[in-house]
């Protein structure tokens, strides 16, 4: 199985910060990535698709890059309304696996 | 617009067989490149994906649930199913469906999720 180690495993930033979190592949998925985010109560909601485009409707603050086998989501200007948990998920290969997860907080 | 709606049991016991349905709108599993996944999430815990079916009947299965599950679906009434045998307490979960696409298995649209207890 394909193994994503996401960090990190949570975070506090302020408004207007900029914001990034990374999953590191545990072998080339190429650009099989997408990330996630999900806030209390609700399910996850796509951001990123092939590492770097952006799903319908998700502001343009939220971009991802990729670097051989390390993906990044930043976040250029963190809202008031973006806090909650952000994953990220391969779909190079079944078994499909998600990072663990990254908690972002509002400081 | 895509929706998808999972529905379940609510609550089993241990050895029981756990049934879960998606119904979807907004597109159709009989159209090339179209998949829905199933995956749950533990209260308080991370995503674990179960399994896929896709428009040609192809089903790829996590192994690490040991040959418990079956997916299967019906077209013509927009529904896709997912059965887990022999369940136990660790099977507590939420139970999300989600639209898949091809070409990147991106998981675009999900339920809101069905809430499973295995408790006696």
């Known amino acids: 199985d394909i193994q994503m180690t996401q960090s990190p495993a949570s975070l506090s930033a302020s408004l207007e910060e900029i914001v990034t979190i990374t999953c590191q592949a545990s072998?080339?998925?190429?650009?099989?990535l997408a990330w996630y985010q999900q806030k209390p109560g609700k399910s996850p909601q796509l951001l990123i698709y092939?590492?770097?485009s952006l799903a319908d409707g998700v502001p343009s603050r939220f971009s991802g890059s990729r670097s051989g086998t390390q993906y990044s989501l930043k976040i250029s200007r963190l809202q008031v309304e973006d806090p909650g948990i952000y994953y990220c998920?391969?779909?190079?290969?079944?078994?499909?696996?998600f990072g663990a997860g990254t908690k972002l907080e509002l400081k | 617009q895509v929706t998808l709606k999972e529905s379940g049991p609510g609550i089993l016991q241990p050895s029981q067989t756990l049934s879960l349905t998606c119904t979807f709108s907004?597109?159709?599993?009989?159209?090339?490149?179209?998949?829905v996944g199933w995956i749950r999430q533990p209260s308080g815990k991370g995503l674990e994906w179960l399994a896929n079916?896709?428009?040609?009947?192809?089903?790829y299965y996590n192994p690490s649930l040991k040959n418990r599950l079956t997916i299967s679906k019906d077209t013509s009434n927009n529904q896709a199913f997912l059965k887990i045998t022999n369940v136990d307490t660790a099977d507590t979960a939420t139970y999300y469906c989600?639209?898949?696409?091809?070409?990147?298995?991106?998981?675009?649209?999900w339920g809101q999720g069905a809430s499973v207890t295995v408790s006696s």
């Open positions: 989600a639209r898949t696409l091809i070409g990147g298995n991106v998981m675009d649209a």
């Open positions: 072998q080339d998925i190429g650009n099989w």
């Open positions: 079916i896709w428009w040609d009947d192809d089903k």
């Open positions: 998920l391969q779909g190079y290969s079944a078994p499909y696996t």
């Open positions: 092939g590492a770097t």
């Open positions: 907004g597109f159709s599993l009989s159209t090339y490149g179209m998949g």
